[in-house]
């Protein structure tokens, strides 16, 4: 079955980096589009970035075009996304996301905390 596992979450003070990687099982990683969202409590949850099958094409929310990076590495079934010159109001659980047959997929995600 899909299953969509995040990780390297956590604390960071604002202006720093961090990385987070979503590792995929279950389908062929290289035949999808990959996205990452992120949410925060009591507001929807929303999108952030967005990666094509080989990497080719890549989206970003506004609120993080030049800051954040996403990216994939198809032999290792995994992608990730760069955040630099981070702010508290980016701190949110991020969730990566992928559709395989019009059925859309969730991690558990992982907590990003922007704070001094």
């Known amino acids: 079955q899909v299953q969509l596992v995040e990780s390297g979450g956590g604390l960071v003070q604002p202006g720093g980096s961090l990385r987070v990687s979503c590792a995929a099982s279950g389908f062929t990683f290289s035949s999808y589009s990959m996205k990452w969202y992120r949410q925060v409590p009591g507001k929807e949850r929303e999108f952030v970035a967005a990666?094509?099958?080989?990497?080719?094409?890549?989206n970003y929310a506004d609120s993080v075009k030049a800051r954040f990076t996403i990216s994939r590495d198809n032999t290792k079934n995994t992608m990730y996304l760069q955040m630099n010159s981070l702010k508290p109001e980016d701190t949110a659980v991020y969730y990566c996301?992928?559709?395989?047959?019009?059925?859309?997929?969730w991690g558990q995600g992982t907590q990003v905390t922007v704070s001094s």
């Open positions: 990666i094509t099958r080989t990497g080719a094409v890549k």
């Open positions: 996301n992928t559709r395989v047959n019009l059925n859309d997929y």
